[in-house]
């Protein structure tokens, strides 16, 4: 199985998605899913990079009205943010991990524990702290 990490850029903030295979069909069905619990205020435009899990992405934004770009070929700092995600998702699941045993509620679990560690980059606010005062003034 896979996780795919969706990174809201002016907190930092962090869900993790299981997604049982890398058909594009799935990889979109479990996007659409986790894209309706964020406000769509907050939620205007999906970053990927150049994956064919994600080639069927014109059904993503016709299911949630959320705009995909793609990086360019071999350019990863066009995701840093998610690139930096996936490295500190490394010290819970190491290279080589068998995901399939993790249930989605396991990487909700470490969500929260990466959206409540201070970061430097937020002046050592948590990205819980900052999504929250974002999301507040929507209510």
Not at 123 to 130: G, H, I, L, S
Request: proline share 5%; hydrophobic share 30%.
């Amino acid at each position: 199985s896979y996780i795919a990490t969706l990174v809201e850029m002016h907190s930092r903030f962090v869900m993790l998605v299981k997604v049982d295979d890398s058909k594009t069909s799935t990889v979109i069905a479990a996007l659409i899913k986790h894209a309706q619990k964020l406000p769509k205020e907050l939620y205007k435009s999906l970053t990927w990079d150049r994956g064919r899990e994600i080639k069927d992405h014109k059904q993503f934004t016709l299911a949630t009205d959320i705009k995909v770009y793609l990086c360019d070929p071999y350019s990863p700092w066009q995701r840093g943010s998610n690139e930096n995600t996936n490295r500190l998702l490394r010290q819970y699941f190491p290279k080589s991990t068998d995901l399939s045993v993790h249930s989605q509620q396991k990487l909700s679990s470490v969500a929260r524990q990466l959206n409540e560690r201070p970061r430097k980059t937020l002046d050592y606010e948590t990205p819980a702290q900052k999504f929250n005062r974002c999301v507040a003034p929507i209510d």
